[in-house]
């Protein structure tokens, strides 16, 4: 299947998923350690910060209510709108193509999201969020994983529409292919009673 067929069927599944997220409450282990990268991003005097895969804009409300300036982009563009709704800033657009310039943002913070980019796009990805962010700044990721990684997942609709695409990578696998756009400061993992465990980490960008 092409980046495009997934990138649409992806649209297709969280468009229709949209509401039922709105109301879902994030697990108290992401929440806490957001609470704590947002106290960092203020002892570093950090003010912008991107999301990848914002959503509805549950944690891009908490950031912009913390004081950030806040920018969110969505493959979605009912996500996109259900942030706007929220007075928050969001754009329509990739994680492959992100429509900023340069070393626009101190931060950066993406959940759940580059799960659902092939292995084979997963550098571009994260070229492209280091570009957008200024050199030295730390970015908070957080993905479903387990502890040998799997081949492709395509998970069936549920009644959203078409199914999801996911490459579901090891812990090892993970920081390696972090490693090579900075320094892992933080990593965690934590079981939610799911097959997959999730992954957290602060990568802090190289400098230059």
Not at 45 to 51: H, L
Not at 82 to 107: I, N
Not at 117 to 129: C, F, G, S, T, Y
Not at 190 to 202: F, G, I, L, P, T
Request: net charge negative; aromatic share 8%; with cysteine.
């Amino acid at each position: 299947m092409s980046r495009a067929d997934r990138e649409h069927d992806l649209v297709a599944y969280y468009t229709g998923e949209l509401h039922a997220r709105v109301d879902r409450e994030l697990a108290e282990p992401r929440v806490a350690r957001r609470s704590a990268y947002l106290d960092q991003l203020r002892v570093e005097s950090r003010r912008t910060v991107v999301e990848i895969g914002s959503g509805p804009g549950r944690d891009g409300e908490a950031i912009a209510a913390a004081g950030f300036d806040y920018t969110g982009v969505d493959l979605s563009p009912a996500s996109v709108e259900a942030c706007r709704a929220l007075g928050l800033r969001a754009e329509v657009a990739s994680v492959l193509e992100l429509p900023f310039s340069d070393s626009t943002f101190d931060a950066g913070w993406t959940m759940s999201t580059l799960l659902h980019v092939a292995d084979e796009d997963l550098d571009q990805a994260l070229r492209e969020i280091v570009r957008v962010l200024r050199p030295g700044a730390p970015l908070a990721i957080g993905l479903w994983g387990d502890l040998n990684g799997s081949e492709h997942v395509w998970e069936d609709g549920k009644g959203y529409g078409p199914g999801r695409f996911f490459s579901i990578r090891s812990d090892d696998g993970l920081r390696s292919v972090l490693d090579r756009y900075g320094e892992v400061e933080q990593w965690a993992t934590w079981d939610e009673d799911r097959v997959m465990h999730y992954q957290w980490a602060v990568l802090r960008v190289s400098a230059s």
